[in-house]
Structure formats: C-alpha cells, structure tokens
C-alpha cells in the first residue's frame, strides 16, 4: 500500500513543460490588434485528448502546420493570431474571450480525428462570437471527410492538401468556386474543386512562426529525449509506403532544403535555447542523399544538442546511421508494427524480419537507441500473431517497446476495408487515438486484444535487460519521473487524472449535435491519396 501512495505522489503533477518556466513566445496578456482594428487570420488547434491516463505519456508538441500557414500569411502581409486550445488547456469562455479581442476574418482550424467533436464545437463558437468570419478546416481529417464536416454550417470550406497557398487565395476574396484543393456547399450541395499540384518547392515557404506560440507550454513524449528543452521538426512531407494503416500512404514524397533545415534548427537553438530535436517526418530516411547531406551538414555546426528519426527497415544502412550519430541523433524509431510476416504482408508493410535485425544492430553498433512501434489487433489478428509480434520485439532486441491498437482513421486503406465490410465499430472520434479496439473482428475478441496488450508491457519491461537499460537511460529526474508515470498507467493499469475543470467544455459531444445541414455522404470511401487526384470526385 505504501508503494501506491509515493506513485499517487510522485505522479500527482501532469507532463513538465519542455522550457520549464522560459515563457517564450505569445505575452500572457494577448492584447489583441489595436482598437479599430481586427486580426485577419486566427489559428485555432483544437484538443486531440485530455492529458490524463495514457495520453498523458504522449507528446504536447507546436502545431507545425497551423505554424507554418501563419508564417506564409505573415510573410504576405497579414496580421495573424494562434491559439493551441490544446497545448494552453483553454476552455471555451477562453476561447469566446480570445474570439472577441481579435474578431478575426478569417479562422482556421487543422482538424485531425481525434480532435474532430471539438472541432465542430470551435467552429460554431467562432460564428456565434464573430458572425460574419469565414472558417477554414484542414488537416488529415477533414481532408478524408470533407461532406461530413460541411454538414456542420459553420464550417464555410475544407482545404484538401497543403494548405498556406490556399488560405492566402481565400482571405484575398477570390471566389471558392477558383481555387484548387477546396471543398464547399453551394446551392445545398457539396462543391469538389480539382485537387491543388503537389507543391514540390517547400522551401518557399518561410520557418513556422515560432513566436506565435508559447513554447512553455510543450513537452515531448515519455522514451523520445535526452536533452531539454525539445520541439518538433519536419525536413520531409508525404510517404511512398502502401501501409493500410496510414492514411499519408501513397502520397508525394517532397523534402526541403537540408541547408535550410540547418538554419532552422540554428534559430531554435539560439532564440529558444532547444537542445533536443524529433522529426516526425514518416519516413525520414528514404531519400539517402538528403539524410547525410543534412547529418554532415549539422555535425559541421556542432551546436550540442541530441535528436530523434523516424526511419524504415529497408532504408537504413551503417552509411547513414554513422553520419547521423555524428550529428547527434542518439535514438531511431523504427516501424515494425509486427513480428509475424502474415499480418505483415496484410497491412501492406512486407519488409523482410532480416532487415530489422540488421538495422537494430547497426543503429546499437554506432551507439543509438531503438524505439519500435508495433500495432496490435490488426486484420486477421490473432493470440499467436500477437506473441509473434513481441517475441521479435524481444528477440532483436530494441530498447523502448511501443505498442499500439489498430486504429481505422478516415483515409486510410484500413478505414475503407473496415467501412466496406461491415466491421467498424462507431464513429465516435474521441476513440480514435490508438489505444480502443474500433474493428470488430471474428477471430479474436476485443478483450483478447486489451488483454495481450497488458501482458506484452509486462512481459517486455520486467525483464531484467529491460529494466538495466531504462536505467542506464536516467541522466535526469524527469526520466525518473516518466519511468513511474508509465509504470503507473501501463505496467500496473492504474488511472491517474488530470485537473479536468478547463476540460469538460470539449467531452460528450456528438457529431449530430453540430449536423445542420442536408447533405448526402458518398457511398463509397475514398482514401487520402486518391482525394489527390483528378477525377477522383467524378
């Protein structure tokens, strides 16, 4: 009993900011625009999860998205406003208050599915504070359903793709029906303009405004740092993989400059004393040559601080991991998602059990850690697939063992298959954040999956080995404090919440209680590389 009352104690605090009290970025008293004036665009990033049981073990990272619109408005000449509702736990009199200081013309949202009920909620906020502003969702969700968030009238259009040339076409007054990429109701009906080019140049659009936001209130996940403080990056967007999991799968692989890169990681260094980096590009290895040309040229600069990759098995060679470790990335993600080759070829994922032999052994020769993410519950999915899956994760012996529930987002091949077959569970999108079962399968039970999943952290993180190397990891007393939280929540189920007054605004919604529009769904669902396409809506 003494034993659960210093966890209760020592996990009594939610996640530690990244900058811990360095308060950089917006003034805590957001005065607003001058009187007279409004605020052309204002950013909203709604809640994803409230920060409590597991959610707590993920990251609160900036929005680099909404991030990157603001600094393309900005560079155009616009006076631009953002507010992470969910990285500054604001409720909605916040909101309503922060709404009517600036009364903006133009809102926009980035919408991803976990998020998606209280996106509905802001929308309708926004047109009740301020009536005549136009509301812009984006992102992978409402991409993937672009009906289904117009049933809900406050939501003005969706932006299919990348969305900086788009905002800036639509707050410079041209007519919906002109710009590519851009879904809207007229005349009771739903509108699908030709989809944007794929933009290949990214390094035409400036660093994400970084001062709009306060990096005090990020922190990154449990198992991902060294160093802090941390932020996220991206040199990359899109993803050659067919995985069906994925609904980025089959979309154009574009990367930025590596000099670039470098001279933005320089800024975050020296304007926000960052000393941990984790890009969250999906597959960050892929283009060889932009990899160690961006290693060699971050090693030159020798600016003291670790990093993070995620990177595929059969894209990873001792070429590439000695030039990374040279520049200081001191862990690698590697996707495995299973150890059996059945329910590897089914999630389109078939990459040889070899590879990952050798690329565990090559990150763990040049002195780096592995952290491998695996899915559990996949289609097909059984007790013995399970065991196979955490057998291999034994067997190659990764350092951090990160297992998660398949989860069907909209877009994704898996989404369709379950959708077209009858196997989908709901859609209630607060689900939708990889740790509920949402397929109902046959041959395994949702129970079964849960089950596994309790005894596969056990099973990997009591191990002796396990337990030497998570301590040899502790450099500081936060590591010591995450190792307990996670102890807490996933080894022993334990439930530990968070202060949930500024979070009840955003829970228990419905999509039905936003649904004021008539408007007819397709039949068919469309994955997110097709919604890129031409004709796909014909």
């Not at 360095?22 to 052309?40: K, N, Y």
């Not at 012996?397 to 898996?414: H, R, W």
């Not at 190792?483 to 007054?501: E, T």
Request: proline share 6%.
């Amino acid at each position: 009993m003494g034993f659960f009352i210093l966890l209760r104690k020592v996990t009594r605090f939610g996640p530690w900011p990244a900058t811990a009290g360095r308060g950089i970025g917006v003034p805590p008293s957001d005065p607003g625009p001058e009187a007279g004036e409004r605020t052309d665009l204002f950013l909203i990033y709604p809640p994803w999860a409230v920060l409590e049981d597991r959610a707590m073990l993920q990251n609160c990272l900036p929005p680099l998205g909404l991030l990157s619109v603001a600094a393309h408005a900005e560079s155009s000449g616009y006076r631009v406003h953002v507010m992470d509702v969910h990285a500054e736990r604001a409720d909605e009199q916040q909101l309503r208050e922060r709404l009517r200081r600036h009364r903006p013309r133009f809102v926009g949202m980035t919408v991803l599915t976990n998020m998606c009920l209280p996106a509905h909620k802001i929308a309708r906020i926004c047109k009740e504070e301020v009536p005549d502003c136009v509301v812009v969702a984006g992102g992978v969700h409402a991409e993937a359903l672009p009906e289904r968030m117009l049933r809900n009238s406050a939501i003005d259009c969706v932006v299919r793709g990348d969305g900086e040339k788009a905002m800036i076409e639509i707050m410079t007054g041209s007519a919906f029906s002109t710009i590519l990429g851009l879904s809207y109701v007229d005349a009771g009906s739903v509108q699908h303009n030709a989809p944007r080019p794929v933009n290949m140049d990214l390094d035409e659009f400036p660093f994400p405004a970084y001062h709009l936001v306060n990096f005090a209130n990020y922190f990154p996940a449990v198992g991902t740092y060294r160093n802090l403080p941390a932020i996220n990056m991206l040199m990359t967007r899109g993803c050659p993989g067919r995985c069906t999991f994925c609904n980025s799968a089959r979309t154009t692989l574009r990367a930025r400059d590596p000099k670039l890169v470098v001279k933005q990681i320089k800024l975050l260094r020296q304007d926000y004393g960052i000393r941990q980096i984790t890009f969250y590009d999906d597959t960050f290895t892929v283009l060889k040559p932009v990899c160690l040309k961006f290693s060699e040229l971050l090693a030159a600069e020798n600016l003291g601080l670790t990093w993070v990759a995620f990177v595929r098995g059969d894209c990873f060679s001792e070429e590439m991991a000695l030039a990374m470790k040279k520049a200081g990335c001191h862990q690698v993600l590697l996707g495995i998602e299973t150890g059996s080759e059945k329910i590897a070829k089914r999630i389109g994922k078939p990459i040889d059990k070899e590879r990952y032999r050798d690329a565990v052994r090559i990150a763990h020769d040049h002195g780096m850690e592995v952290r491998g993410s695996f899915i559990l519950g996949n289609m097909d999915e059984t007790w013995e697939t399970m065991k196979e899956t955490l057998e291999f994760a034994i067997e190659i012996d990764i350092d951090i063992f990160q297992p998660t529930i398949s989860t069907p987002y909209p877009g994704s091949a898996l989404y369709k298959e379950a959708v077209d077959r009858g196997l989908l569970k709901n859609k209630n999108w607060y689900e939708y954040g990889q740790g509920t079962v949402l397929v109902d399968q046959p041959q395994i039970t949702d129970e079964e999956i849960y089950r596994f999943e309790r005894y596969a952290f056990r099973r990997f993180y009591l191990r002796p080995r396990a337990i030497y190397r998570l301590a040899r990891r502790i450099t500081r007393f936060r590591h010591v404090r995450d190792y307990v939280l996670s102890a807490v929540i996933l080894l022993f189920g334990l439930h530990r919440r968070q202060d949930k007054r500024n979070w009840e605004c955003w829970k228990g919604l419905t999509e039905e209680d936003f649904f004021d529009r008539e408007i007819k769904e397709p039949e068919h669902v469309r994955l997110t590389y097709e919604l890129r396409q031409e004709n796909v809506f014909v």
